[in-house]
């Protein structure tokens, strides 16, 4: 945030500073767009082999072979998500919030991929259906699914105002871990990284530049799904925030379960699929 009364002086040529267009950061013009057509002749042929029920306040973890497409499912009532991707046999590959951020902008959507941390660097899934890809950006700046939080914590809300939350998303997603995994919840937080916001409505305040949120659009029968690259293991917490209109970290919010569906594409057209590549940098940074 920045001061209301700045303690640097401007320089004469403060206005023509400030009026030097900028341009975009990761242009991804050069980028291969993700095969959507056939993707979905994909989804087309494909039946549901796992569903997973997420319970308010809490998360489940679920894995998605290579090829396959998941779906995460609003059932009861308009709630928010946080999800965590691992490369199922390698937890050091994992989604890479901060550089799909830079990339895709601040809010995903369908056509968009969600990137490996480095040095892998590929898209672990790729979004290839969103109901709520009408809402786009309101008169607030906000728009659904972002990558821009992190996820509620115990550590967070313990700075701002004390006391010892268990049900933050931190938490439920280190619990899952841990459950699936046989390790304990500290042992597993290690592995707990920087979310996708699943339906979670979202934007920065325009004069502070703080993270702002609001009342999700999502109502029962929306759902974002995606196809897996790889061999996933995911992590869904359904957040103590609820639709996330007031708060996040509590027990006050209206809390609804979420589900995951995970389907399986017809025998020829998996085996016709090809998983992406990993990032071609060689690793050798420079002499
Ligand atoms: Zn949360």
């Known amino acids: ?24 950061c990761y242009p991804v013009d050069g980028l291969p767009p993700p095969d959507l057509a056939r993707a ?21 973890c ?8 998941f779906r995460i499912l609003s059932i009861d009532g308009p709630q928010v998500g946080d999800l965590n991707l691992w490369n199922a046999a390698d937890l050091s590959e994992r989604f890479y919030s901060g550089k799909t951020r830079a990339l895709h902008g ?21 979004i290839t259906a969103d109901t709520l890809d009408w809402y786009g950006f309101d008169a607030f700046g906000c728009s659904v699914h972002d990558v821009i939080g992190t996820r509620c914590d115990p550590y967070t809300h313990n700075l701002l105002s ?12 280190a619990r899952a871990l841990a459950a699936e995994l046989g390790l304990t919840p500290r042992e597993a937080e290690a592995h707990v990284h920087d979310v996708l916001n699943v339906f979670m409505c979202t934007g920065f305040d325009r004069a502070t530049g703080q993270y702002i949120m609001k ?9 974002i799904e995606f196809l897996a690259g790889i061999d996933l293991l995911g992590a869904l917490s359904a957040c103590p925030g609820g639709d996330c209109s007031a708060e996040h970290s509590s027990d006050a919010a209206a809390c609804f379960p979420l589900c995951v569906e995970v389907y399986r594409p017809a025998a020829e057209a998996l085996a016709a699929w090809q998983p992406p590549p990993r990032g071609g940098y060689d690793r050798t940074h420079g002499p």
């Open 62 to 69: 679920f894995r998605v072979p290579a090829g396959h497409f």
């Open 40 to 60: 979905r002749a994909m989804r087309q042929g494909a039946t549901r082999v796992a569903r997973v029920v997420v319970p308010p306040r809490d998360a489940r």
């Open 1 to 24: 945030m920045k001061p209301d009364r700045p303690e640097g002086p401007e320089p004469p040529d403060a206005a023509a500073r400030r009026a030097v267009r900028p341009v975009t």
């Open 106 to 126: 601040t809010h995903l959507s369908t056509g968009d991929r969600m990137w490996s941390s480095l040095p892998h660097l590929r898209p672990m899934a790729t």
């Open 215 to 223: 009342a999700s659009p999502v109502r029962p029968g929306d759902f």
């Open 162 to 173: 004390g006391g010892q939350y268990h049900h933050c998303c931190h938490s439920n997603l």
